[in-house]
């Protein structure tokens, strides 16, 4: 199967088995499932998560209670602004900045605006642990967005600046439900998960794929780069 053959087979069983969460339906999207805070709280028990001071993370509704840790752990929280549609293109949560009490409202699409800095690229602290958001995952890491790629473009903009590299733990969470036995085809501009974590197990995928050195300019259309006004700026 393709990768869309994968999506909608996952977003169906999702959907048909009572997995999926609000917001409905899970098509389309980084579907939210039945779980999320437990896959949270067992990525919470990783050496990887205890040794992270800055945590990038996907805005979707089933990586909130990953965000919502990482404050009340006393870590930097960076959210993209959706489609990094701004010459800022992150949220920065500072939970120093933020009263306890709002931990967890702060990290949520509809209130990150009211707690968060908005910063350029060249203003985010080097990332320490880098959390997607999947429709679903192999065992090996290779990972299925929904298909728009800006999970793959914002890693690709960060690397660009040094602020993540080789060494840098990236990790998503989701349902058993979505890890897959594939194969599935990886692109040059495909991130690896090195942490698969579901609500019952913690897959170290140790991956043999490879991971994108930077933006990969060629792959990229003049619409594109010019409509993401953080890429025509790198690209400048």
């Given at each position: 199967?393709?990768?869309?053959?994968?999506?909608?087979?996952?977003?169906?069983?999702?959907?048909?088995?009572?997995?999926?969460?609000?917001?409905?339906?899970?098509?389309?999207?980084?579907?939210?499932?039945?779980?999320?805070?437990d896959a949270a709280d067992r990525l919470a028990e990783t050496d990887e998560w205890r040794a992270a001071d800055a945590v990038k993370a996907n805005p979707d509704a089933p990586q909130l209670p990953v965000r919502r840790r990482a404050l009340r752990a006393g870590k930097t929280v960076y959210m993209a602004v959706p489609r990094l549609r701004d010459e800022?293109?992150?949220?920065?949560?500072?939970?120093?900045?933020?009263?306890?009490?709002?931990?967890?409202?702060?990290?949520?699409?509809?209130?990150?605006?009211?707690?968060?800095?908005?910063?350029?690229?060249?203003?985010?602290?080097?990332?320490?642990?880098?959390?997607?958001?999947?429709?679903?995952?192999?065992?090996?890491?290779?990972?299925?967005?929904?298909g728009e790629g800006y999970s793959d473009l914002e890693y690709a903009v960060l690397c660009e600046l040094g602020l993540v590299d080789e060494e840098t733990t990236i990790a998503t969470t989701v349902h058993d439900a979505q890890v897959i036995d594939g194969p599935v085809d990886v692109d040059a501009h495909d991130v690896p998960m090195d942490l698969v974590?579901?609500?019952?197990?913690?897959?170290?995928?140790?991956?043999?794929?490879?991971?994108p050195a930077g933006i990969i300019w060629e792959a990229l259309s003049a619409e594109r780069i010019e409509e993401l006004p953080v890429l025509a700026r790198l690209r400048e």
């Open positions: 199967m393709d990768k869309q053959e994968y999506r909608e087979r996952i977003w169906d069983r999702l959907e048909a088995e009572g997995i999926a969460r609000f917001p409905f339906p899970p098509h389309g999207r980084i579907p939210n499932v039945a779980g999320a805070a800022k293109p992150f949220y920065e949560l500072d939970p120093g900045e933020i009263p306890p009490e709002a931990y967890d409202s702060a990290p949520t699409v509809s209130h990150v605006e009211d707690h968060a800095r908005q910063v350029g690229p060249d203003a985010v602290d080097a990332i320490d642990l880098v959390v997607s958001g999947s429709v679903a995952v192999t065992e090996a890491g290779a990972r299925i967005g929904k974590v579901t609500p019952t197990r913690t897959i170290q995928t140790e991956t043999d794929y490879d991971r």
